[in-house]
């Protein structure tokens, strides 16, 4: 039976039966700072409007032309609508409130608006911008699938709301746009995503508009895509909206708005979202530190449950784009008609295995499990467990089986709730010839650019592909790392459920990569289908056989088998001492590769040997507890935080590559001082220590699926220089070895741990 919260799949709040309180004021999301990144955002970045995981996720739009540098963007002036659906290839229903006193058909054509940033107001659950070409206050708040508006017009303006109904917005192109009123206070209306090149079908999003005074006119025009509907002239009262989503059909929607928001209290519904996000929040509390540092850790926090979204109705109802055609699917229910879990849209879960895998294992058990059964369900409509899926669709965003980390570290963590024989044979499924690992990233109408019959039969992904070009990442190196981790983690669950042959073919797998291992030269290095190496060769020239990273960076990525690397290179203490060297050159560009992922291929960025802003070498810090120098995990972890993750403001923030929280989720694990190298999915994982920024936190667990009631991590004589773990003890008892295992840790207790600026 699935153990999920109810809060979560409705709009509904349920705090007592989490078994612990709201923090008093100040609350968490009093401490969030929502601008955080926000100059260097993309379209899905950014949505303070939302609940997590929300299928509206309502905000003002600067830029609209394109999934990259779009969205909200601080640095621009100009608002040019607020859309109702920011996510993973996924937009939709834009609107603009505008009012007039003549010619409203030329609004038509230019509608956008200058705001006042000093009247501004940003927080999560609402959002409130002032739009100075109309003297329009325009607030913003949400339920899970229902944007509700509220504007505050100038009295005796004449009152409109304008929507956008086709052309470029953010990642789709919008197509098809209708809008048709239905009752004096109600429209209807759809519009379509069409195609991208990531997204191979078509999304139709429906919607209904409901509004608290009566429309009075329309103005459209047969040469503009867009239409406004005006209410007659303000007389002081604010004009509120309700636009509902579904991505099957208009009756969803509007189901949708009258189960979750039946009433016109705006405020009510803010504090209600804003309950949700504190419930959430505050299940890490953390003392000490700086003011700034405690901010930046509810931020890192927040944007751990943002981004990836929900795509099914109240119902269950969801959107199937994995077949021919599209059709409408049903998520099973409970007897009282309620779905078991929700259905989801995401970026891929490539790099998820250090992030948000260990994260919401740990502390958003439910959520993980959400998930999960999600990606079965794409499992049971379309063949494949998906690594990356939007709106119903397959992507094959990235490389591998990104996906097969995630289930097998549940399923090690005891987090059960799903159809485990299913899972397994789909994630195999995933490791051979037509599953996942055939494609690589963005190829939708072949199976060729993975290569998995080549990793197969000749131990290695050759670089170039032999077959041609068929995906955006088929490079030889980077994935042969890649299949060779995910084996192994296959295999720990082939083990887990007794299917012994299935594990000895894995883990024979998971040693491929030493065949990359050029002695020589002393990286992993790409080879041909001839079985030469690469030549002329650099370890640091961006993507030439290794995915979004160089040679230096990737070679470091063997988390299943950091001892057999070792051995490649002569043994631990020279493996410590050159990366160590990495990280020495790394530290004089800040550990990443410029300040964002736009910059990653900059000639002087793109050598970097260590890059804190991309997915592929954000473990290497705790590689040193794997090689017998847990001194230079605790310092390297440590100075990556100051350097990469410590910013608040909105120039910095991830300098790079924040895809739908893993990189929150990595800062929020690395300053409590927690880790799991191999994502947790070897039998009772351990979490590694490193180096926690905060005298004291309190992670408190999900009694539904874990005995202990809460974990205190407490770092005496904390401080900016003393990084390293003089003592360290769990409830009384001297910790051996670099961490605490998992069964050991969820039955709760106190982490002590004593600080020092001096390394044993």
């Known amino acids: 039976m699935l153990k999920l919260i109810v809060n979560l799949l409705t709009f509904v709040l349920v705090i007592p039966s989490m078994g612990f309180q709201l923090n008093p004021d100040p609350k968490p999301i009093d401490k969030v700072y929502p601008l955080l990144d926000a100059a260097n955002s993309r379209w899905f970045y950014f949505s303070a409007a939302t609940r997590p995981f929300g299928m509206v996720n ?157 429309i009075v006119d329309w103005v459209e025009s047969e040469d503009s895509p867009h239409k406004i509907v005006s209410f007659g002239k303000s007389k002081g009262k604010p004009l509120q909206m309700k636009v509902a989503l579904s991505y099957t059909k208009a009756e969803n929607a509007a189901l949708n708005k009258k189960e979750e928001l039946p009433h016109w209290d705006f405020n009510k519904v803010v504090k209600e979202t804003q309950e949700v996000w504190n419930e959430l929040l505050g299940r890490i509390e953390v003392e000490g530190n700086t003011v700034t540092q405690q901010r930046r850790f509810y931020t890192d926090l927040w944007k751990s449950l943002q981004g990836r979204r929900t795509i099914s109705d109240v119902n269950g109802a969801y959107p199937d784009n994995t077949g021919a055609s599209f059709r409408v699917g049903q998520l099973p229910v409970d007897d009282k008609g309620k779905p078991l879990f929700r259905h989801f849209n995401s970026d891929s879960f490539w790099g998820a295995q250090w ?144 299917k012994k042959e299935d594990a000895d073919n894995f883990l024979a797998r998971s040693r491929n990569y030493k065949n990359l291992y050029d002695a020589e030269s002393g990286w992993i290095r790409p080879k041909n289908v001839d079985g030469k190496w690469a030549n002329p060769f650099d370890p640091y020239n961006y993507a030439k056989g290794y995915v979004e990273a160089n040679g230096a960076q990737f070679t470091w990525f063997v988390p299943h088998d950091i001892e057999g690397l070792a051995g490649l290179m002569g043994g631990k203490e020279k493996a410590a001492a050159r990366l160590n060297e990495q990280f020495e050159q790394a530290e004089k560009l800040g550990f990443t590769s410029g300040t964002s992922h736009s910059v990653e291929t900059h000639p002087e960025y793109r050598r970097i040997p260590i890059n804190y802003g991309n997915q592929p070498s954000i473990q290497t810090a705790f590689i040193f507890n794997y090689l017998d120098r847990p001194d230079l995990t605790q310092y390297w972890s440590r100075k990556v935080l100051e350097a990469a993750f410590s910013g608040l403001s909105p120039e910095s923030g991830f300098n790079g590559d924040e895809d739908q929280g893993l990189m929150g989720s990595l800062a929020v694990l690395m300053k409590l001082g927690l880790f799991q190298m191999n994502a947790g999915t070897e039998e009772n994982p351990i979490y590694e220590l490193g180096s926690p920024i905060f005298d004291k936190a309190v992670i408190h667990l999900n009694e539904e699926y874990y005995p202990g009631k809460s974990i205190t991590i407490q770092a005496e004589n904390n401080g900016p220089s003393n990084y390293y773990l003089s003592q360290k003890t769990y409830n009384g008892q001297t910790i051996e070895g670099i961490g605490i295992r998992h069964e050991d840790l969820v039955k709760g207790g106190l982490i002590k741990l004593k600080m020092s600026s001096k390394s044993k």
Do not use: C
């Not at 097998?408 to 490791?431: C, P, S």
């Open 58 to 214: 309502l905000s003002p739009d600067h830029k609209i032309d394109g999934a990259w540098g779009s969205g909200y963007r601080y640095n621009s002036d100009t608002v040019k609508g607020f859309s109702h659906i920011h996510a993973w290839q996924m937009s939709g229903v834009s609107v603009m409130p505008v009012s007039f006193d003549a010619a409203p058909e030329n609004l038509l054509t230019d509608y956008y608006s200058t705001y006042d940033r000093d009247l501004e107001t940003i927080k999560p659950g609402y959002h409130k911008v002032f739009l100075k070409r109309y003297g329009i206050s325009a607030e913003l708040t949400a339920t899970h699938r229902v944007g509700l508006h509220k504007y505050t017009f100038p009295e005796g303006k004449n009152q409109a709301v304008l929507f956008h109904l086709e052309g470029i917005l953010g990642p789709s192109k919008m197509i098809n746009g209708s809008l048709k009123q239905i009752s004096p206070y109600i429209l209807e209306g759809q519009v379509t995503n069409s195609p991208t090149s990531r997204r191979p079908n078509t999304l139709t999003v429906y919607f209904q508009v409901e509004f608290d005074q009566p």
């Open 355 to 498: 992030t948000i895998n260990v994260l919401w294992g740990l502390v958003y058990p439910e959520i993980a499990e959400e998930f999960a059964n999600s990606l079965l369900q794409y499992y049971q409509d379309g063949g494949l467990i998906p690594r990356g899926p939007s709106g119903g669709n397959y992507t094959y965003v990235m490389t591998g089986a990104s996906s097969t980390p995630l289930f097998v570290g549940l399923y090690q963590k005891g987090i059960r709730g799903f159809d485990i024989d299913m899972a397994y044979e789909g994630l195999r499924k995933n490791h051979m010839p037509g599953g996942m690992m055939s494609r690589s990233g963005y190829e939708h109408k072949t199976a060729k650019g993975g290569n998995v019959e080549d990793y197969i039969k000749m131990g290695y992904v050759p670089y170039p592909n032999p077959r041609g070009r068929f995906g955006g990442h088929e490079q030889g190196a980077g994935q042969t790392l890649e299949y060779s981790y995910q084996d192994w983690t296959l295999a720990q669950l082939a083990l887990a459920l007794g």
